[in-house]
């Protein structure tokens, strides 16, 4: 009969598995405050490396590297104890060194992901868990070539794994060879239609060839099946933007709500935003003036150098200096450090002599209340 500490472990686990890792982490930390005395080292393994997993699905990935190393040091003790634990003490040890590479590769510390997947495949050569993540981790290291020949050592174990067959088109999207790419992402979605990963690369395969259609298409897809891919949305706001459609600073707005950490998007949504802001005052001077109401949030420092880039991109392209947007930065700075419920930006266009001459004032609506 499950007592109660398995109970919440369980619950943490089913949490988890619905992508509410946060809540899974209460359930764990419940369950861990239950365990008492030495004979309950094995459940505290189990919460230990639960915990890890959930805290790698929050992003919480120092976090998760010490509840790795927590769970190594149960293992060995219980291992030392000379009890049996799940199968032999190779494989389960292979199995944790394992899963703290996954949690480095998703760091950026491909070098060492790769180290201890190798140590991992010297403990159990054929640990297809280790073989597949040394694979990714070559990938993350952008060393393709080695990406390939691993994925396919693990597609000669099981052949119609999506995630090694998707991970074998991103490693050829790598080298550039995007329609051999598109053709095996078809091969992991012919296995596994709703493979998030895989719909999300086949967008970015196109994205990467301008196919702009066809990349929102399959990115749109990839949201759909996992609300919570940060990087999906990401490339799905870069595709709208790219064809000048609507909608791009939804999407990095939500990928960036998924994971808070991507730096990328919130880059992305700057230059969103900035050009955004460019092509609404345009429009407002061929209307012969107006009013814009900014909202105060997107006044980041990015949205500022964005502006710049985008200012001088327009000088390049058109031979046109656009100096009355570029004298609005400065007063735009300082009222973002205001209280302010809206900033407002009041263009005038006066064509004296058959010229047009523009300028641009910033003001701002003050907060009400306490």
């Not at 939804?250 to 808070?260: D, L, M, T």
Request: glycine residues 8%.
């Amino acid at each position: 009969m499950m007592n109660k500490t398995e109970e919440l472990i369980n619950r943490g686990t089913s949490l988890d598995s619905l992508g509410k890792p946060n809540e899974a982490l209460q359930f764990y930390a419940e369950a861990e405050r239950l365990i008492k005395g030495p004979a309950s080292t094995h459940l505290q393994y189990g919460v230990v490396h639960n915990r890890a997993i959930a805290l790698e699905h929050a992003g919480r990935f120092d976090e998760a590297l010490r509840e790795w190393d927590r769970a190594m040091k149960l293992f060995l003790q219980i291992a030392k104890s000379g009890e049996r634990f799940h199968g032999s003490e190779r494989v389960s040890k292979a199995s944790l060194l394992v899963e703290k590479a996954k949690t480095l590769g998703r760091m950026g510390r491909a070098s060492d992901a790769i180290r201890l997947c190798q140590e991992a495949l010297s403990l159990e050569p054929d640990l297809y868990d280790a073989i597949s993540t040394l694979a990714l981790s070559f990938g993350f290291a952008e060393r393709w070539d080695e990406a390939i020949r691993w994925n396919d050592r693990a597609l000669a174990i099981q052949p119609k794994d999506p995630v090694a067959l998707s991970n074998r088109a991103w490693a050829l999207s790598g080298l550039k060879r995007y329609p051999e790419a598109i053709e095996w992402y078809d091969q992991a979605l012919a296995v596994s239609p709703a493979h998030p990963e895989a719909l999300y690369g086949k967008g970015t395969a196109f994205l990467y060839q301008e196919r702009l259609d066809q990349a929102e298409f399959w990115l749109r897809k990839a949201t759909d099946v996992k609300p919570s891919y940060s990087e999906a949305w990401n490339h799905l706001g870069i595709a709208l933007l790219k064809a000048k459609k609507p909608g791009a600073e939804e999407c990095f707005e939500k990928a960036i709500q998924a994971n808070p950490g991507n730096t990328v998007a919130q880059a992305n949504l700057a230059e969103a935003n900035s050009r955004s802001f460019v092509q609404v005052i345009l429009e407002t001077v061929r209307a012969g003036g107006g009013t814009i109401m900014v909202p105060p949030s997107t006044l980041t420092d990015q949205f500022f150098g964005s502006l710049d880039r985008y200012l001088d991109w327009f000088r390049t392209g058109t031979g046109t200096e656009l100096f009355f947007i570029r004298r609005l930065a400065p007063s735009l700075r300082q009222v973002r450090t205001q209280r302010t419920r809206s900033i407002v930006v009041v263009v005038t266009v006066d064509s004296p002599s058959g010229g047009m001459l523009v300028d641009a004032r910033v003001g701002y609506e003050p907060e009400t209340g306490r």
